[in-house]
């Protein structure tokens, strides 16, 4: 049996893509109504976090429980991925014990090489290139809140990091259009931008990529591990703040979100989480059913 992974959203299909969507929002359905679901009964999941984050561990964790299944938490203190034992003798112990392994860490090559070397299926809980997971939530909400999303615009604003390029694969992958606005030097991979240019616009101003968008997206202006640049990027990204005055740039029913968590008063005003147009708690909370949706199509055959 061949086993997939989930690195990047390319690893399926824009099939597949849309239909573990659907999928996720009658996993969602059934939660709500509270019936018993649990098709992962005795699998067990290693959850490895060299980056540390609330709402993957919950989701992942939550998600697991609620399938009948359990998730196991590695912390950096418990592993040495990378430190000491190659990551291709890591992947094949871990694996030889359990059924499926969710990653979160800086390298992405890591996440490569250990998949490479895994029995079980890999799934990328973010890495610093990608983070397929958010998107797969990113997605089912539009889907819930708008419906398809081929065809529109949607507009990334801030730093060309891995949200960005998992939003670029999205472009792709759901056939819509994509403008990216960052400041000088903080461009996106300009490869990935580069194999999706019929797709892709990259400006410096917020306002032309907003004008006439469905979407508005944003994230922190310094990541986990770019904390040191946090004042100096506070200048760069000066005037690439998301407000309701930049959302009234966009198409009347246009949404906004953040993958949280979100920065008050730096990449969001202070009053946008609260703004009518927000969805970020809806998209918070569908990390847990795009993932269980996710987990299904990995291990249910």
Not at 20 to 42: C, F, H, Q, T
Not at 201 to 217: H, K, N
Not at 263 to 268: A, D, L, N, T, V
Request: glycine share 4%; with cysteine; aromatic share 8%.
């Amino acid at each position: 049996m061949t086993i997939r992974h989930f690195l990047t959203l390319n690893d399926l299909s824009s099939t597949e893509l849309r239909r573990l969507i659907r999928r996720a929002s009658e996993l969602k359905a059934i939660r709500n109504r509270g019936e018993v679901y649990e098709p992962l009964k005795s699998k067990v999941m290693s959850m490895i976090f060299e980056k540390s984050s609330t709402r993957t561990r919950v989701s992942f964790e939550a998600g697991m429980a609620q399938f009948g299944g359990h998730a196991m938490f590695l912390s950096p203190r418990d592993t040495q991925l990378g430190r000491g034992e190659p990551i291709s003798d890591s992947a094949k112990v871990i694996s030889s014990m359990v059924d499926v392994v969710m990653i979160r860490t800086f390298s992405h090559q890591l996440v490569v090489d250990f998949a490479a070397n895994s029995s079980v299926p890999v799934i990328n809980a973010l890495t610093d290139e990608y983070h397929p997971c958010q998107l797969l939530a990113d997605m089912q909400t539009y889907f819930e809140h708008r419906g398809e999303i081929q065809g529109k615009t949607v507009t990334w604003i801030g730093d060309g990091n891995n949200m960005c390029h998992s939003y670029i694969n999205a472009a792709k992958l759901f056939d819509f259009k994509l403008n990216i606005a960052c400041p000088e030097g903080f461009d996106p991979n300009m490869a990935l931008v580069e194999e999706n240019k019929e797709r892709v616009m990259i400006t410096r101003s917020p306002q032309e990529a907003a004008t006439g968008s469905d979407l508005i997206v944003t994230d922190v202006w310094a990541s986990m591990g770019q904390e040191e640049e946090q004042k100096e990027r506070e200048k760069q990204f000066s005037g690439f703040q998301v407000s309701p005055t930049l959302m009234d740039l966009a198409n009347k029913d246009a949404l906004f979100m953040h993958c949280l968590p979100a920065h008050r008063g730096e990449e969001i005003s202070v009053d946008m989480m609260d703004d009518p147009r927000s969805v970020v708690f809806d998209e918070a909370e569908n990390r847990l059913h795009a993932q269980k949706a996710l987990l299904e199509f990995l291990l249910v055959k």
